[in-house]
C-alpha cells in the first residue's frame, strides 16, 4: 500500500482495557476502511487481505511472538459463500500460530443488531476443547464496535485457564474515551 492511502487509513496504534484485557485497534473506524473491507469482505476481493495489516507486520509480530492467535470466527456458511474468513485471511500475514477453536453456530449479522441484541452473541459463539494453560492467547478481530463478540471471546479463552490474553482488532469505532 502506498504511503497516500495509508495515510488515510489513519494509524493510531490505540491502547485501551476492556474487561480488564489490554486492547490494540490499529486504525479508528473510518470511510476509507470501510470502503476497503466492504471491498475485502462483501465483494470478496480476496487480494486485499494483507492492505490492512501488512505494512506493520515485522511490529506486530514482534509485540505479539510467541503468542497464539484466536480469530473471531464467521458462520460457516458465509466463508463458504465468500470463499475464506475474512478475518483469519487478514491476519495470517502475520505468521503467528492461529488456533481457529472458536466457532459461530448460528448466521448472525452483528451489523444488523441493536446494542442490546448484540450483547447475545455469547449464545451463538463455542469453543472447542482446547488446552490454553501456560499459553498466551491474541483474540484478532477486524471491526471493534460494542466490544460484544470480543467480551464473549474473552470469556471463552478465559475458560480454558490461558497464561495471557490480549486482544488485536484491526479497527475501533470511536467512543468517548477514545477522544481525549
Given at each position: 500500500?502506498?504511503?497516500?492511502?495509508?495515510?488515510?487509513?489513519?494509524?493510531?496504534?490505540?491502547?485501551?482495557?476492556?474487561?480488564?484485557?489490554?486492547?490494540?485497534?490499529?486504525?479508528?473506524?473510518?470511510?476509507?476502511?470501510?470502503?476497503?473491507?466492504?471491498?475485502?469482505?462483501?465483494?470478496?476481493?480476496?487480494?486485499?487481505?494483507?492492505?490492512?495489516?501488512?505494512?506493520?507486520?515485522?511490529?506486530?509480530?514482534?509485540?505479539?511472538?510467541?503468542?497464539?492467535?484466536?480469530?473471531?470466527?464467521?458462520?460457516?456458511?458465509?466463508?463458504?459463500?465468500?470463499?475464506?474468513?475474512?478475518?483469519?485471511?487478514m491476519f495470517k500475514n502475520l505468521k503467528l500460530e492461529m488456533w481457529k477453536c472458536i466457532h459461530k453456530i448460528k448466521q448472525v449479522k452483528q451489523a444488523d443488531?441493536?446494542?442490546?441484541?448484540?450483547?447475545?452473541?455469547d449464545e451463538v459463539l463455542v469453543i472447542d476443547d482446547v488446552d490454553f494453560r501456560h499459553k498466551k492467547i491474541l483474540i484478532v478481530d477486524d471491526v471493534f464496535?460494542?466490544?460484544?463478540?470480543?467480551?464473549?471471546?474473552?470469556?471463552?479463552?478465559?475458560?480454558?485457564?490461558?497464561?495471557?490474553?490480549?486482544?488485536?482488532?484491526?479497527?475501533?469505532?470511536?467512543?468517548?474515551?477514545?477522544?481525549?
Amino acid at each position: 500500500m502506498c504511503h497516500d492511502c495509508l495515510e488515510k487509513f489513519g494509524p493510531v496504534f490505540n491502547e485501551f482495557k476492556f474487561e480488564g484485557v489490554k486492547c490494540l485497534n490499529i486504525y479508528f473506524y473510518n470511510e476509507k476502511i470501510q470502503e476497503m473491507l466492504y471491498q475485502f469482505k462483501g465483494c470478496k476481493d480476496y487480494e486485499l487481505n494483507k492492505v490492512f495489516l501488512d505494512y506493520y507486520k515485522a511490529y506486530l509480530n514482534q509485540r505479539f511472538n510467541n503468542y497464539i492467535m484466536v480469530p473471531a470466527p464467521s458462520y460457516i456458511k458465509n466463508d463458504e459463500e465468500r470463499g475464506f474468513n475474512h478475518v483469519e485471511e487478514m491476519f495470517k500475514n502475520l505468521k503467528l500460530e492461529m488456533w481457529k477453536c472458536i466457532h459461530k453456530i448460528k448466521q448472525v449479522k452483528q451489523a444488523d443488531l441493536s446494542s442490546e441484541e448484540r450483547q447475545k452473541i455469547d449464545e451463538v459463539l463455542v469453543i472447542d476443547d482446547v488446552d490454553f494453560r501456560h499459553k498466551k492467547i491474541l483474540i484478532v478481530d477486524d471491526v471493534f464496535t460494542t466490544g460484544s463478540t470480543v467480551r464473549a471471546m474473552i470469556n471463552l479463552v478465559k475458560q480454558k485457564h490461558p497464561k495471557l490474553v490480549e486482544v488485536l482488532v484491526m479497527s475501533k469505532t470511536i467512543d468517548l474515551d477514545d477522544r481525549k
